[in-house]
Every structure is written in structure tokens, then in C-alpha cells.
């Protein structure tokens, strides 16, 4: 049963904006040690076989989901026209069973939603999937959309800010959506050490958040961005004859490390709070070094980044969707925050973004 959410202020008069419900969608899935037995070994056996097992082996990365499943086709020799056409076929249906099950989690009516804000940097298609998903969902005609595109893992945190803002301001319910499709963007083999990371922790996957006015879920409180353009080269995504192609360069943890504590404070240091007094960390585990990093920047206790290596193991890397994993996971394992919660993600640019939610 779906419900109207009636507009309603906070006794200070200021409208927040409050996650009411996170969906999640993933195609099948298949084992690490599948998807390595049955097409990577042979995939670089002429090249780099014992580099690229290792690779594998040390991702964290313990299962994955892909629309494409190499198993069964090879899409490394597919051109860019043909993955943009599979884009769409799959990421319609995947991004619409997360819509609708953030929705219907949450009590709210796909016609009562404001703004839905969709994240993807895997895909192009016009009208893109904010306008197909929203005729298939039968949302309003007045509807404000917002699509962001290549802005690659860290997309969730500024398109939650946008919806957070819009529900802040007009007292309506907005959605968030993330679709990644990386199994549309296997590579012809090559000795590419960036290629192989790239290969070893992408996946599949769709995540939803329906925002509120003054619900009784966690409130957006603010979000912050830090971009060191100096870094820029070390994380690419270009648009090739045959898809879209990944540039990670091993020095990219270190990189990020340099921005992790001055973003925290500028995201705890308004509400005068330090890291020890969060509660929770959904940190976008772009791979085990990172959460390395992050963990000892941040002195995190040892268990603080639990739910950031269970979505890595069972999941792996789903780009943008990754992060909201994370922050279902945390919410689903706790019943809700039981104090100031994190979500941080990172990208091109390098780029880091962090949300405070209390």
C-alpha cells in the first residue's frame, strides 16, 4: 500500500530532507573463481596469466553480477554500438525493480515523487533511462529530472545532495537511482596491468533512495566534494571503438589519502563533530587498498569498515550503486543509525565525496 507524504516542518521551521528506503537490483551473479576458470585465465593466457591471477586473487572480491556473463558470450570484441544497445535492454528492467522496491519500501506512490536524479557513467541512451523509467513508472508530467553522467563511483553522493536539496525546498519526495553496467565494458586482452584491476573487481548493479520531508529515517545533513586536478590522469574512463575503457593507476590510494582527512572535516567540523563520534562508515570500496587507506587516515576501529568489505566480497565494485550498497547493508545490519553516519565514494578527478547523515 503507497501512502502521500504529507508536507510537514521540523519545529525550527527548516525542512530535512530523510532517506525512507534504499532498493537494490542484481542480474546473476557468478563466483570469482568462475569467472576466472571459465574465461579470464584463457582470456590472458598469452599474456600476463600469473599477474592477472594474483590480480584476481588479491581483489577482495569473492562473487560478481554481470547482465553479460563472459561464461556464456565474449563482449571484449563487441563495438561501442552494440554495448550501448545491450545498455539499454538491460538497464531499463534493472534500474526500474530498484525503483520500485525503494518505493514501495518506503509507503510512497511513484506519482507523488518530485525529482528523480539518475546516476550512470556505463551507458548513453536519449531519452535516457530518467525519462523511460519514469514513463514506465507512471510518474507525474511535472516531474524534475536530473541525469549525471561519467562521473564515475562517487555520481551517488552528489546526486543525493541534488535530491536531498529538492526535497528540502519544495517539501516533495525525490529518488536517486544508480545503474552500472561495467560487463558491458570487457576489454580484448592485452598486457595492461589497469585493464586486469579493472576486470578483477567490476560489476553489475542497480540502487535506489527514496527521500523525504521530515521522515523518521536517517536526515541528510550536509555533503561535501574535494577534487585534486593535479591527480586527474590517474583514473580514466574513455569512450573507445570497443566500449569504454578504465585507466586505474596503482598510485590512486595514495592519492586519495591525501584528501580523506581534510574532506572529513570539512563535513564534521560545521555540526562539531570528530570521527570518533560517528556511528557508522559507508565507505565506496573501490578496492582492499583503499579501505586500507581510509581506515588508518581515519583511525577507524577495526570493525568500522565491515559492511564496505561484505558488499566488496559479495558484490564487488558496482561504480556509483556501490556506495548506497554499502549504506543499505549498514542500515539493514543496525535497524538504523544510531548516531552521525559517513557515506564517502570516490573518482575521476581524483574527486572525493562524503555525506553526513544523522
Keep these: 500500500m503507497t501512502t502521500t507524504i504529507p508536507s510537514t516542518r521540523s519545529p525550527d521551521h527548516r525542512v530535512a530532507a530523510t532517506v525512507a528506503s534504499i532498493g537494490v537490483a542484481h542480474p546473476p551473479s557468478a563466483t570469482q573463481e568462475e569467472l576466472w576458470d571459465g574465461f579470464f585465465a584463457a582470456h590472458y593466457a598469452g599474456v600476463a596469466p600469473g599477474l592477472a591471477k594474483r590480480i584476481f586473487t588479491n581483489s577482495g572480491v569473492r562473487r560478481r553480477h554481470g547482465v553479460v556473463n563472459p561464461l556464456v558470450e565474449d563482449p571484449s570484441g563487441w563495438s561501442t554500438a552494440e554495448r550501448m544497445r545491450r545498455y539499454l535492454v538491460e538497464a531499463l528492467p534493472l534500474g526500474k525493480d530498484a525503483l520500485a522496491s525503494a518505493l514501495a519500501r518506503a509507503g510512497v506512490a511513484a506519482t507523488d515523487v518530485g525529482m528523480l536524479v539518475v546516476c550512470s557513467c556505463t551507458g548513453y541512451a536519449t531519452p535516457g533511462l530518467d525519462i523511460l523509467l519514469a514513463r514506465d513508472l507512471a510518474m507525474a508530467t511535472d516531474l524534475r529530472r536530473v541525469l549525471i553522467g561519467h562521473m564515475g563511483c562517487y555520481a551517488a553522493l552528489p546526486g ?138 581515519l583511525a577507524l576501529p577495526g570493525d568500522a569498515l565491515a559492511s564496505s568489505t561484505k558488499v566488496l566480497a559479495e558484490h564487488g565494485n558496482c561504480s556509483s550503486a556501490t556506495v548506497l550498497l554499502v549504506l543499505d547493508d549498514l542500515l539493514r545490519r543496525s535497524g538504523g543509525l544510531r548516531g552521525p553516519g559517513v557515506a564517502m565514494a570516490f573518482g575521476p578527478g581524483l574527486t572525493l565525496y562524503a555525506a553526513l547523515l544523522a
Design 160 to 297: 543525493l545532495g541534488v535530491a536531498a536539496d529538492f526535497v528540502a525546498q519544495h517539501e516533495r519526495p525525490a529518488v536517486l537511482l544508480c545503474v552500472e553496467l561495467p560487463s558491458l565494458h570487457v576489454q580484448p586482452s592485452e598486457r595492461d596491468v589497469q585493464q586486469v584491476v579493472a576486470h578483477a573487481l567490476f560489476s553489475d548493479a542497480a540502487a535506489a533512495v527514496v527521500l523525504v520531508p521530515n521522515g523518521s529515517g536517517p536526515r541528510v545533513v550536509r555533503v561535501v566534494a574535494r577534487t585534486d586536478p593535479t591527480t586527474a590522469d590517474h583514473m580514466t574512463w574513455h569512450i573507445t571503438d570497443l566500449g569504454f575503457r578504465m585507466g586505474l593507476s596503482p598510485e590512486v590510494p595514495d592519492a586519495l589519502a591525501r584528501q580523506v582527512e581534510p574532506a572529513v572535516g570539512d563535513l564534521l567540523g560545521p555540526s562539531g563533530l570528530d570521527t570518533t563520534e560517528v556511528s557508522a562508515w559507508a565507505v565506496h570500496p573501490g578496492g582492499p587498498r583503499i579501505l586500507e587507506v581510509v581506515a588508518q587516515r
